[in-house]
């Protein structure tokens, strides 16, 4: 059974705001690749999320690449716990895990996700 390929985003815009969302997630992952399981786990995520929401780039970027440097460090520090040297699917699933059972104070600092 072949593996279901993540969504490529359609347009310019797209692509645009997808590759600064994917610099911000690098930056927080560190030291640690992320695999092409990890980038397709990602692209599935936020490429749906960026189409749909892309007129609203300006007033949401801070806090969307923001929380995509924190889902990279989630998702680094999971599969260093985890013994992997790269960052994966399950890696990402958990990081997307943990942002959403984040408390009051946490999403405060970090900021609410824009686009659930």
Known sequence: MAAEIAPIPRDW???SIFAQI????GQGSGHL???DA???AA???YVPRVEKNAGQWGEHAAVVLGLARIMGQLASGHA?????????????AAAQE????ADEATLRLAGRCPWP
Request: proline share 3%.
């Open 22 to 25: 994917v610099v911000a997630f």
């Open 33 to 35: 690749p992320v695999s």
């Open 13 to 15: 815009l797209t692509f």
């Open 43 to 45: 692209a599935a995520y």
């Open 38 to 40: 990890g980038v397709q």
């Open 98 to 101: 943990a942002i959403h059972r």
């Open 80 to 92: 260093a716990a985890h013994g992997r040297a790269a960052v994966g699917s399950h890696d990402f």
